[in-house]
């Protein structure tokens, strides 16, 4: 070991254990800040489920993330179903996310690089909320790293257990969540365009890629069939670039308001950095032959692949059924931080005050969306609707827009109360249709309770609320994050 290089080591481990404890607080303050929102109720709802309810779920179509509502089972038998309970399993994978990142940008963006990665990923918005939210996104996005660093390390020293490890990761991922598959033709192409590097490992790895089908068997026997079939998933339909676009802002700015060019120019200058101008050889020659230019340039190239392939790849299963939404591909935003953290290399090897100026803005921009995060109510806030309508104390009945949201309330609420749920109109029905059947269901009670989220989903003409607006008094209202709360007394009804 070279001289003060033991001392160099000792202070990256010191300062890699120190964004490891930053991700933990960030993650941990305010962890239950946020009310529960319908998906995190759903998660609930399906790990209090039996151990044959729970089997039912790899068994039956449309099903996504079985093996995480089976972890969260035997943890909240553990530990409860708090909001702060549920929500720390994802702490935990969010955190344990950091090391392993580093150990990738270590690889493809050098000890510096790696570092910086670990920093963004301690910090970044997006997978601080993730970090923070009873669902499987976080476990996920530390799966799907582990697959990945377990591949790298399998195609390099050609061992049995490290194939395995590597089939186990990805089956494992598959039924955290179905669109982990999309990681798995990007770790195909990385062996591929790395093939001098490889080739002695192809064997094994042609034997992997066939036993790495066993495991999505029975999830193709009906996802495939859903995919061709008439199953829609209620998502609306992005072009690519739509897609692109969404992404850059999710991964960068997350949640905050500024979603124009200017607040996003800074992430897209490095990622830009990190896509042309990081290479792995310092005294990088335009000259050179195009194979040695595209070797100098290969570590961004497959950080670029890692980066789009997914994204593509759920473009085009999207054409024949719109499935996107910025969360699913949660497992490209590792080669999202790492192109920043190579576009900080690249730019701090051409002027280390500009790169330690770019890589301040980077930091600032994501405590100033942390601070949003952690003192803004985004999540339908149905923790302060139940207490609301407990605390008014009126109201026979409540009715609901949309039902998926009814079980969060249940959650919150303390008391038994008679409930609806309002007819669904995005079918086609008309008013009339509308009137007679909450006619029917508000016959007999003088003040009702009307509960609104996510209407876009259920009644997205509003027809329920204009009933409501036409034949009733109001009596009390309250606008929240994302939920409306509105009492009516209906002076026509018949008191039983």
Not at 360 to 377: D, E, F, M, P, R
Request: hydrophobic content about 50%; proline content about 4%; aromatic content about 12%.
């Amino acid at each position: 070991m070279e001289p003060g290089s033991s001392g160099r080591f000792r202070a990256g481990k010191l300062m890699l254990l120190s964004l490891v404890l930053l991700a933990f607080g960030l993650r941990l303050y305010h962890l239950d800040y946020q009310s529960l929102w319908r998906d995190e109720m759903d998660a609930i709802l399906f790990a209090q489920r039996d151990p044959s309810g729970l089997k039912s779920l790899f068994l039956t179509p449309g099903h996504n993330g079985p093996l995480y509502y089976v972890i969260l089972h035997c943890w909240v038998g553990l530990v409860g179903d708090s909001e702060f309970s549920v929500r720390y399993l994802s702490l935990v994978c969010g955190v344990l996310a950091v090391p392993v990142l580093y150990l990738l940008g270590r690889r493809w963006v050098g000890k510096t690089g790696g570092l910086i990665a670990a920093l963004l990923c301690a910090t970044s918005p997006f997978l601080v909320w993730y970090g923070q939210e009873g669902k499987m996104y976080a476990l996920l996005f530390l799966l799907s790293m582990l697959s990945t660093h377990v591949y790298l390390l399998a195609v390099e020293r050609n061992r049995g257990y490290l194939w395995a490890g590597y089939v186990l990761l990805v089956a494992l991922s598959l039924y955290v969540h179905l669109l982990a598959i999309l990681i798995v033709p990007f770790h195909l192409l990385l062996f591929l365009v790395s093939w001098p590097r490889y080739r002695g490992a192809w064997k094994s790895w042609l034997v992997t890629i066939v036993i790495l089908a066993l495991p999505y068997l029975p999830l193709a026997r009906w996802e495939i069939g859903t995919l061709v079939g008439p199953f829609t998933t209620g998502h609306q339909f992005y072009a690519l670039q739509d897609m692109l676009t969404i992404l850059l802002f999710s991964f960068s700015l997350h949640s905050a308001p500024h979603r124009n060019l200017l607040a996003i120019t800074l992430f897209l200058f490095l990622l830009l950095a990190g896509l042309l101008l990081h290479t792995r050889d310092r005294q990088w020659d335009p000259r050179r032959s195009v194979r040695g230019m595209l070797h100098s340039h290969l570590d961004s190239i497959i950080l670029g692949l890692y980066l789009f392939l997914p994204v593509v790849s759920l473009f085009l299963i999207s054409l024949g059924m719109p499935i996107f939404t910025d969360r699913y591909l949660i497992t490209v935003v590792p080669a999202f931080l790492l192109l920043l953290a190579g576009g900080l290399v690249a730019v701090r090897e051409r002027s280390k005050s500009l790169a330690i100026v770019c890589l301040g803005l980077v930091i600032l921009s994501n405590l100033y969306v942390l601070a949003l995060q952690g003192h803004t109510k985004i999540k339908s806030d149905f923790r302060s609707a139940a207490q609301y309508v407990q605390e008014d104390g009126r109201g026979d009945l409540i009715v609901f827009v949309i039902p998926h949201g009814r079980p969060v309330f249940d959650y919150y609420y303390d008391d038994e109360y008679v409930g609806v749920d309002a007819p669904y109109t995005n079918v086609g029905i008309g008013s009339g249709d509308v009137a007679e059947e909450m006619e029917e269901a508000t016959e007999g009670y003088a003040e009702v309770w009307f509960i609104v989220t996510e209407a876009e989903l259920w009644d997205s003409s509003g027809l329920v609320q204009e009933w409501f607006e036409s034949h009733g008094t109001p009596l009390a209202k309250r606008s929240l994050a994302r939920v409306g709360v509105y009492l009516y007394a209906l002076p026509s009804a018949e008191v039983s």
